[in-house]
């Protein structure tokens, strides 16, 4: 079923366990990430980022993930990830997902504060859900000019009470599209953030994050862990090897089958150690 961050990150705030939140770019992984999370029995988020959106219009991204969501019998969240417009927001709003994240880490506080109230009282009017970001996790690419800051937990109180967000993007270590598992967690700045902050936390750029710090902080008030990076090398890297393995072969659909049986074991094995069976 199709649902939105607030239906399924309140408890996963409050509880041991934390919902995957997936980068896909298609039905071939969006639809394995759907079963992996239907066999564990847990929610999910699709997530669409920016690669995703400039390659396939919106509306048709839209339709897919809605439609696999609407089939599924667990709960799942239909996302934009990273959005960084009102157009961009609305347009998604529009394809039917049934939430947005509105991305102003860029942006000076201030201005920060005041786009991200305007985008939240228009998803808020349509019944959907946002995250903002607070602080700014930056990018281990670097093709991608976004400068990094550590989020100051006295701002992300004022941000979370004056935008209306129903979850917040902080940065405490993470950094986007590592591809190994190396990030530093600093646990000190997230208890500071929890004793202020009364909405579920998210993290980006979980792919970098050790697995006993995904467990670690899955037992904090963290209800969203962002991972992409980790999906798309196990996509990619498979897809790779069938195509050197088969020099015959040219029927992409065949191709496709053992990268996307990756994809559902690697989600799979992020979702466990998130805690699904904690769940
Ligand atoms: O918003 C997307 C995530 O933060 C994914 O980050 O590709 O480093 O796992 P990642
Ligand atoms: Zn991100």
Not at 166 to 181: N, P, S
């Amino acid at each position: 079923m199709l649902v939105t961050l607030n239906d399924i990150l309140k408890e996963a705030s409050n509880s041991n366990y934390a919902i995957a939140g997936f980068n896909v770019f298609g039905y071939e992984d969006a639809v394995m990430v759907a079963k992996a999370a239907q066999e564990l029995d847990v929610p999910v988020i699709l997530m669409t980022n920016r690669d995703a959106v400039s390659h396939m219009p919106i509306k048709i991204l839209g339709s897919i993930l809605t439609d696999i969501a609407k089939e599924a019998k667990i709960p799942i969240c239909v996302h934009l990830d990273h959005g960084k417009s009102i157009d961009e927001v609305v347009s998604a709003i529009k394809s039917g997902f049934s939430s947005v994240m509105y991305d102003g880490s860029q942006l000076p506080l201030e201005e920060n504060i005041k786009r991200t109230k305007e985008i939240a009282d228009i998803a808020h009017h349509f019944g959907v859900s946002i995250e903002g970001e607070i602080g700014s996790v930056g990018y281990n690419d670097p093709s991608i000019k976004a400068k990094a800051m550590y989020t100051v937990p006295k701002e992300a109180k004022r941000f979370v009470e004056e935008t209306g967000v129903d979850a917040v993007a902080i940065a405490i270590g993470t950094l986007h599209r590592m591809k190994a598992q190396e990030a530093n967690i600093q646990y000190d700045r997230l208890e500071e953030i929890e004793k202020l902050v009364d909405v579920p936390l998210v993290i980006h750029g979980s792919t970098g994050v050790k697995d006993e710090d995904l467990i670690r902080m899955s037992k904090h008030r963290i209800a969203k862990v962002n991972i992409g990076t980790a999906l798309r090398m196990a996509f990619g890297n498979t897809l790779r090897d069938e195509m050197n393995n088969k020099p015959e072969e040219f029927d992409r659909i065949k191709f496709f089958k053992r990268p996307m049986i990756e994809v559902k074991n690697k989600a799979k094995e992020k979702m466990i150690i998130l805690g699904a069976k904690r769940k």
